[in-house]
């Protein structure tokens, strides 16, 4: 497997520390993080390189943000993230799962004029294991 920091290089971002250290911690949890999950698993990172970091890894689509129910934005890393490919993804409020969802339906179409260059989908709700528990 590629090393976080092959992964920032094939993005054209340095290794910084903070990068590293930020990105490590999302792909080596299961579940999508919000900030301060991040924050409680990484030391001596500043407010603003934190950000800064945050930031960075979002416009390369390395990492994604998805708003869950609570309105607070956990980050996940993108998997299989190839330019130019809809990915969308199903995410689980109740086992913070990520699912891969096979695309059938139609997909938004950007306005003329604008270029698009990925596009993510994450729709959050309730997976099939979970929803069998809640039933029981
Ligand atoms: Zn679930």
Redesign the pocket.
């Known amino acids: 497997m590629e090393s976080v920091k092959e992964i920032l290089h094939r993005y054209n971002l340095r290794g910084t520390s903070a990068r590293v250290a930020i990105l490590n911690t999302i792909i080596s949890s299961e579940a999508p993080l919000s900030e301060s999950d991040i924050k409680k698993r990484i030391h001596e990172v500043d407010r603003v390189t934190f950000y800064r970091s945050i930031k960075n890894l979002l416009e390369t689509n390395i990492i994604q943000g998805i708003i869950t129910q609570g309105k607070i934005i956990k980050y996940a890393f993108c998997t299989e993230n190839k330019n130019n490919e809809t990915s969308v993804q199903f995410y ?1 409020t ?4 990520m699912t891969d969802v096979e695309i059938k339906a139609q997909l938004p179409v950007v306005p003329q004029g604008y270029t698009e260059k990925t596009c993510s989908i994450t729709i959050t709700g ?2 099939k ?2 929803n069998k528990s809640i039933q029981k």
């Not at 109740?94 to 799962?97: F, L, P, V």
């Open positions: 689980c109740e086992c913070q799962r309730i997976c294991t979970c």
